[in-house]
């Protein structure tokens, strides 16, 4: 069946129809990893986007009921060069395609994804239609000319838990899959804001010794305060953070009484909680390698990415100063604290799949924990 995808800027790309059919709408992004579609169709920072993957054949692992990174697909249409109904994994179950159907979500094969992606990084990111039931161009457009833009979207709040729960699940074993851990051998007891936190971050969490209890957004910081936790996460998640000002004040209340690590949305957030400002990218950063350097070590790390906004250093430089600098495009890629245990980076350290470099991220939070409970 044909499919259109129509942008926002009258660009038009003719493809074929794979997953469900109908009409989408979002924000247009690329995302540069190789592998991992089935966790970028889980991750919920994807909510209102539709993705496409830079990558050239997107379909041929299939899609197991393991790799994924919440209990549903959040993104709005998913854009491939060439879709592989014949897949092979020896924990597949079912096709992307099947997989797309059953969850709703419209996609689009066929078209040339290097021209889509070189179109988006000169214009920037930008609102898109894909549709198998119109096939006018005009109409299209306009249809993606009137879909709300990203920046002043609060997106995090509606794909958040609705109330607290326990995660005590590692990760992922070649032999034994995944495992919960007995609660009894976790010292650190962690609250943890769900802003659309992906899995594998609680289970790194969980690995690092923490004792993980999952809060929904906007849960009032007195209460998590309540359950004398040793430290505070604030988790990865969609949209803009600047509307999440109930959010803001709430980590406010947190600055000198907790030890707080966040990463991505949350690494926004925390910026802005402590006063300073964040920016939209013209194209942000979606994929599984781009290098980045810890300003601590001088070391470089190859990261996962996602994201469109970013915190502006010089706002919050009188009291934080820059923990990790993106190498691509010089954007901030985490702060912390000059004084208090607040630190916080914009990429991914519990990247499944994707590199490895930034999971001791998770131990270094664990040691700020330590200090502050025998300070």
Same mark, same amino acid.
């Given at each position: 069946?044909? @499919?259109? $995808?129509? #942008? *926002?800027? /009258? ?10 059919? &109908? ?127 990203? @920046?002043? $979207?609060? #997106? *995090?709040? /509606? ?10 699940? &590692? ?132 990261? *996962? ?71």
């Amino acid at each position: 069946m044909k @499919a259109v $995808l129509a #942008l *926002a800027d /009258g660009r038009i790309f003719e493809g074929k129809s794979f997953g469900s059919t &109908g009409e989408a709408g979002g924000e247009v992004v690329f995302n540069t990893a190789m592998t991992g579609y089935q966790e970028v169709l889980t991750d919920p920072s994807y909510k209102g986007q539709m993705v496409t993957m830079t990558y050239t054949q997107i379909g041929n692992t299939g899609i197991n009921p393991e790799d994924i990174e919440s209990s549903q697909l959040y993104l709005s249409g998913f854009i491939v060069k060439e879709y592989i109904d014949c897949y092979s994994n020896w924990r597949a179950t079912m096709s992307l395609d099947a997989y797309l159907k059953e969850n709703g979500v419209v996609g689009i094969q066929g078209i040339d994804t290097r021209a889509l992606t070189r179109h988006l990084r000169d214009n920037g990111a930008q609102n898109g239609i894909i549709s198998t039931i119109d096939s006018d161009h005009a109409s299209l457009v306009k249809k993606a000319k009137g879909l709300p833009t990203m @920046a002043g $979207l609060d #997106l *995090a709040t /509606g794909v958040s838990c609705c109330k607290p729960y326990h995660w005590t699940q &590692g990760t992922w074993d070649l032999a034994d899959g995944y495992a919960d851990v007995d609660p009894k051998t976790l010292k650190f007891k962690v609250v943890a804001y769900d802003f659309g936190i992906k899995y594998n971050i609680l289970r790194c969490l969980v690995d690092a010794g923490c004792d993980v209890t999952v809060v929904p957004a906007t849960f009032p910081a007195e209460q998590a305060l309540a359950m004398n936790p040793d430290g505070i996460f604030l988790s990865n998640g969609p949209g803009d953070p600047e509307p999440l000002v109930t959010v803001q004040e709430n980590i406010r209340k947190f600055i000198g009484k907790k030890p707080i690590f966040g990463i991505c949305l949350g690494h926004q957030l925390m910026g802005l909680a402590l006063n300073g400002q964040t920016m939209k990218l013209k194209f942000g950063n979606h994929g599984s390698n781009l290098p980045v350097v810890d300003t601590a070590t001088g070391r470089i790390e190859i990261t *996962a990415q996602n994201h469109g906004f970013c915190v502006d250093l010089d706002s919050v430089a009188e009291i934080c100063e820059l923990g990790h600098l993106n190498l691509n495009d010089q954007t901030v890629e985490g702060i912390r604290h000059k004084t208090l245990p607040i630190f916080s980076v914009q990429h991914h350290p519990e990247a499944s799949p994707g590199p490895h470099d930034s999971q001791y991220l998770f131990g270094r939070f664990v040691e700020m924990m330590e200090k502050h409970k025998s300070a």
